[in-house]
Nanobody, 121 residues
Framework: QVQLVESGGGLVQAGGSLRLSCVAS????????MGWSRQAPGKEREFVAA????????SYADSVKGRFTISRDNAKSTVYLQMNSLKPEDTAIYSC??????????????WGEGTLVTVSS
């Protein structure tokens, strides 16, 4: 049974930082790409970042490029999202996702329930 459990969300002032973590189970973690998406109130879910199975290649949404960093620790079956210079428009529920394969270009097929990030102005 695939399971994704996110943590690290909370309330932060604009300009601050948070690090999200996602512990994955139910698959061999190191064989799959991982990603993060977010959903703001009243909006559709949007892509945030993704990383290949070996951590060598990453991709970011234009809105977070240069501020967010995705990384992974295959020994801990954990993917991270370091978020710096946070803005009020980053407020959303952040969910991690399993890739369908080693490469995120093949898409994602499971999502966690998410962790809430609130950025105050």
């Amino acid at each position: 049974q695939v399971q994704l459990v996110e943590s690290g969300g909370g309330l932060v002032q604009a300009g601050g930082s948070l690090r999200l973590s996602c512990v994955a189970s139910g698959r061999i973690f190191s064989r799959y790409a991982m990603g993060w998406s977010r959903q703001a109130p009243g909006k559709e879910r949007e892509f945030v970042a993704a990383i290949t199975w070996d951590g060598r290649t990453t991709s970011y949404a234009d809105s977070v490029k240069g501020r967010f960093t995705i990384s992974r620790d295959n020994a801990k079956s954990t993917v991270y999202l370091q978020m710096n210079s946070l803005k009020p428009e980053d407020t959303a529920i952040y969910s991690c996702a399993w890739g369908k394969s080693r490469y995120y270009s093949d898409g994602m097929d499971y999502w966690g329930e998410g962790t809430l990030v609130t950025v105050s102005s």
